[in-house]
């Protein structure tokens, strides 16, 4: 099980972002994709998770990110509209083999990608 998360970079207050984590030899569906972030000297914490039993999101990031899937091309995305300045951190994707996610704790999941670094600035 390999993942790997891109798509980070600088975003001003109020736009938008989008990051990918592609997933290698694994079955989409059988697994919970979470997004996690830490930024620096904070705690690693869940963003958002997808799994058969929908989507889910922290309440920091809710009707602002939008977590989807394609199971076919084994791809999960997080779509970042109006971030601001709180959601600069390392951004990472983990997975575990749970047919319902959960948000957190991010110790649920067993399978993590290198993290991509999302600045929010002006």
């Known amino acids: 099980v390999q993942l790997q998360a891109s798509g980070g970079g600088l975003v001003q207050p109020g736009g938008s972002l989008r990051l990918s984590c592609a997933a290698s030899?694994?079955?989409?569906?059988?697994?919970?994709i979470g997004w996690f972030r830490q930024a620096p000297g904070k705690e690693r914490e869940g963003v958002s998770c997808v799994s058969r039993n929908g989507a889910f999101y922290a309440d920091s990031v809710k009707g602002r990110f939008t977590i989807s899937k394609d199971n076919a091309e084994r791809t999960v995305w997080l779509q970042m509209d109006l971030p601001n300045a709180d959601d600069t951190a390392v951004y990472y994707c983990a997975a575990e083999l749970r047919p319902t996610c959960r948000v957190n704790p991010a110790s649920l999941y067993d399978y993590w990608g290198q993290g991509t670094l999302v600045t929010v600035s002006s």
């Open positions: 030899e694994f079955n989409l569906d059988l697994y919970s």
